[in-house]
């Protein structure tokens, strides 16, 4: 009996002092297998400048329905073409790659086939998130994004 109750006292002394695990959610966690599509894209007007106003940016009815989708396991994303396409011979999976957080998890670096960008998160919520990264424009010249991908 003296056993028994010395053990009992041992395992509950061990689970007692057992460490509260923290569950933070990160970026990745949020996006995860969700999918979202771009409503709102706004151009900075200078080359590599952050500048203001903004030039807003429609997107044509083809690229509207292009659908982003990622997975946090295996650190890929998706974009896929969607219903309507720009052109009847695209693919209709459009562009595919790896995600990595980086910088504690501000920023999310998007290497695919041809893209290679690293997303600045200037904020998120349940239903959506704003990114902001610079890449070309039309022009072929360096510009500043600032895009809002919303939950479909």
């Not at 949020?30 to 030039?55: C, H, M, R, W, Y």
């Not at 995600?99 to 998890?105: A, F, Q, T």
Request: charged residues 25%; neutral net charge.
């Amino acid at each position: 009996m003296k056993k028994f109750i010395l053990i009992a006292l041992a395992v509950i002394s061990m689970i007692g002092c057992k460490k509260e695990e923290t569950t933070e959610t990160t970026f990745l966690d949020e996006i995860d297998g969700k999918q979202f599509s771009k409503t709102e894209i706004l151009i900075s007007l200078n080359d590599g400048a952050d500048t203001v106003p903004n030039i807003p940016n429609i997107p044509v009815d083809c690229k509207k329905d292009n659908i982003w989708s990622f997975n946090k396991t295996a650190k890929t994303f998706t974009l896929d073409e969607g219903l309507t396409k720009c052109n009847i011979s695209d693919p209709q999976i459009k562009e595919q790659g790896l995600i990595e957080l980086i910088n504690n998890g501000t920023s999310l670096r998007i290497a695919g086939t041809g893209t290679n960008e690293i997303w600045n998160i200037e904020s998120r919520s349940a239903s959506s998130f704003r990114a902001s990264y610079f890449a070309k424009n039309s022009a072929n010249e360096t510009v500043k994004f600032r895009v809002v991908f919303t939950k479909i």
